[in-house]
T-cell receptor, first 115, second 108 residues
Framework: DGGITQSPKYLFRKEGQNVTLSCEQN?????MYWYRQDPGQGLRLIYY???????QKGDIAEGYSVSREKKESFPLTVTSAQKNPTAFYLC??????????????FGAGSRLTVL | EDQVTQSPEALRLQEGESSSLNCSYT??????LFWYRQDPGKGPEFLFT???AGEEKEKERLKATLTKKESFLHITAPKPEDSATYLC?????????FGTGTRLQVFP
């Protein structure tokens, strides 16, 4: 969607397993973000990266890990340490190169369900 | 503590029946107030940015306004295709702080 692609769309995980969600963008933007959305709650920031090989924790980073080895890719790993991983995960990048952290283009999301 | 509160949680309108959605906010280091639209099962889509009290932005049947503590999204003569969840967010340098959204349903 809008140059940012998330996969898979749906993912099921057994308790104790790590899973990795993919996020790829072809907009050549430096910054990328991961948000989590739960019913009845606003989107919350998990991790963000302003540049390749660098990333920062957001508000709810515990139980998650990320990497930023390439500009176009920002995968999110949901580890077994995440106590309540069932959620809708959204990746985003700035809508325009100078629009910062607030005007974002989001991917279509990945829905993770723990069985 | 940063907080964004939206009301009502859900709103059902007849086609053509105008109404308003409310967003109250307390965000440290606020750079602006942002509105997004989200369709079921999809990512949010950017609508508006508001930077200062008194500012207004319009797009088709939507108009967003801002005061020092609140923002309103006015929907004039809505159509069924306006049905979606509307998200309000306060933005600082690093992130957006989202409200829980207002789910709008417009019936023919």
């Amino acid at each position: 969607d809008g140059g940012i692609t998330q996969s898979p769309k749906y993912l099921f995980r057994k308790e104790g397993q790590n899973v990795t969600l993919s996020c790829e963008q072809n907009l050549n933007h430096d910054a990328m973000y991961w948000y989590r959305q739960d019913p009845g709650q606003g989107l919350r920031l998990i991790y963000y990266s302003q540049i390749v090989n660098d990333f920062q924790k957001g508000d709810i980073a515990e139980g998650y890990s990320v990497s930023r080895e390439k500009k176009e890719s920002f995968p999110l790993t949901v580890t077994s340490a995440q106590k309540n991983p069932t959620a809708f995960y959204l990746c985003a990048t700035p809508r325009n190169p100078g629009s910062g952290a607030n005007v974002l283009t989001f991917g279509a999301g990945s829905r993770l369900t723990v069985l | 503590e940063d907080q964004v509160t939206q009301s009502p949680e859900a709103l059902r309108l007849q086609e053509g029946e105008s109404s308003s959605l409310n967003c109250s906010y307390t965000v440290s280091g606020l750079r602006g107030l942002f509105w997004y639209r989200q369709d079921p099962g999809k990512g949010p889509e950017f609508l508006f940015t508001l930077y200062s009290a008194g500012e207004e932005k319009e797009k088709e049947r939507l108009k967003a306004t801002l005061t020092k503590k609140e923002s309103f999204l006015h929907i004039t003569a809505p159509k069924p295709e306006d049905s979606a969840t509307y998200l309000c967010a306060g933005g600082n340098t690093d992130k957006l702080i989202f409200g829980t959204g207002t789910r709008l349903q417009v019936f023919p």
